[in-house]
Each structure stands twice: as structure tokens, then as C-alpha cells.
């Protein structure tokens, strides 16, 4: 700092007489020992992007899809087609036919009863809601891979959604006719494999189609 006072007293002494290269010497000099501001601290760097669903991802996601609806498939003709819905040692039953074990161990199969515990009115309603949710889950699966070739970019799988949605009502339906009207005053037997199945194949193609209405086509 003194030498900066004792710049400024020798430009005033010298005046206009100084020649003018060492003027110029002094008024750099005194430029540079000027205090400067400080340097603004560097901005922080910017948060990294989000990152999307890459193709691999995406295509596992379609793959566990699919799978789960071919596992709703599966499970809902085995309820509808199996025999057992409803067993006791010696009757399996299901909402077709009726098998009787007989003496030599062998199975006869026979027609169901007309009359209780089967009245035909509920039992026809179970049979055209089991045929039914197949056929809906069948449609829903194969909507489903024509709008993975078809469907734009950011479009939801509504219609899949739609159909699967329909086979869900449908199974569930024919379960909870069959649980409300048939075997009530039954206490030797038990419900079968079917009927557990087609309570779980309920469960699977509900998740699926609300999947399916909240999926959203990522790739064009």
C-alpha cells in the first residue's frame, strides 16, 4: 500500500511534465494493485436426468406379462374342463359330469342330477360364465400382441385391458354362483382343485388387466 501512495505522490509531482511511456508504467502499476472482487463460486452441476425404461427393461416387462396371462389361461380351462370341483371319497364332480368310484376301484363317469343339488338354471349359468372368461382371456391375449406391432407410441392397452377385465367378471361370476347354490347342505365332501383354481385364475386375470389399463406403450 505505500508504494501505491508514494506512485500517486509522484504523479502529481511529476504532472504533465513526466514523459509519457512512464505514465502509462504508473497507471498499469496502480491498475494492478487495485483490489479485485472475488470470483463467483462455480454453479453446482445440473441433477442427472431421469432415466427411461430402456429396450431390455421394456422387453422383460412384456415377457412377465405375457407370462402371467398364459398362466391365467392355463388355470382358467383347467377349472373349466377338470373334474373337480366338488369331491368326496367316492364322487368327484364337476360342472359337466359327475364320476362315481366304483367297487373295482374304476371311475364311471354319469351325467349330473337335474334336481338339487344341481339346478339346471344356475348350473347352466356356471358353465356359459367358465366357457366364457376362456374365451375373453384367449381375445385378451391376442389383442394384446397386435397392439404391440400396431398400438403408437404412449398409448395405453385399453382394449386388452377390456377383454381381460371380462374374463375376470365372467370366472368370478360362475365361482360365486357355484359357491352360493351348489352342495349347501353337503357336509361329507369338499371344494376340489378346480374350484380353487378358478378363484386364483380370478385373481390373475384382474391383476393383469388392470396392468394392462395402466401400461403404457413405450416404443413406437
Known amino acids: 500500500m505505500a508504494w501505491v501512495l508514494w506512485w ?3 504523479d502529481a509531482a511529476v504532472g504533465e511534465g ?6 502509462n508504467q504508473h497507471s498499469l502499476y496502480l491498475t494492478s494493485q487495485l483490489p479485485t472482487a472475488p470470483l463467483a463460486p462455480p454453479a453446482p452441476p445440473a441433477p442427472p436426468a431421469p432415466r427411461t425404461l430402456t429396450t431390455v427393461t421394456m422387453l422383460i416387462l412384456l415377457a412377465g406379462i405375457f407370462v402371467l396371462h ?3 389361461i392355463i388355470m382358467l380351462l383347467v377349472a373349466t374342463i377338470d373334474n373337480a370341483w366338488w369331491e368326496t371319497d367316492i364322487i368327484s364332480t364337476d360342472v359337466w359330469f359327475r364320476w362315481v368310484k366304483m367297487t373295482n376301484g374304476l371311475w364311471n363317469q354319469t351325467d349330473l342330477p337335474t334336481t338339487h343339488p344341481y339346478p339346471q338354471e344356475y348350473l347352466q349359468a356356471v358353465q356359459a360364465s367358465s366357457v366364457l372368461a376362456c374365451i375373453f382371456s384367449i381375445i385378451s391375449i391376442l389383442v394384446f400382441l397386435a397392439q404391440l406391432f400396431t398400438l403408437t407410441k404412449g ?5 386388452s385391458g377390456i377383454f381381460q377385465l371380462l374374463a375376470a367378471l365372467s370366472i368370478m361370476i360362475a365361482a360365486a354362483i357355484y359357491t352360493d ?5 353337503e357336509y361329507t365332501g369338499w371344494y376340489g382343485h378346480c374350484y380353487i383354481l378358478a378363484w386364483i ?3 390373475i386375470t384382474f391383476i393383469s388387466s388392470i396392468i394392462y389399463f395402466v401400461l403404457r406403450k413405450k416404443t413406437a
Open 8 to 10: 500517486i505522490a509522484f
Open 18 to 23: 513526466a514523459p509519457q511511456g512512464l505514465r
Open 70 to 72: 398364459i398362466i391365467g
Open 155 to 159: 398409448k395405453r392397452f385399453t382394449l
Open 181 to 185: 347354490r351348489f352342495h349347501l347342505k
Open 201 to 203: 385364475s380370478f385373481s
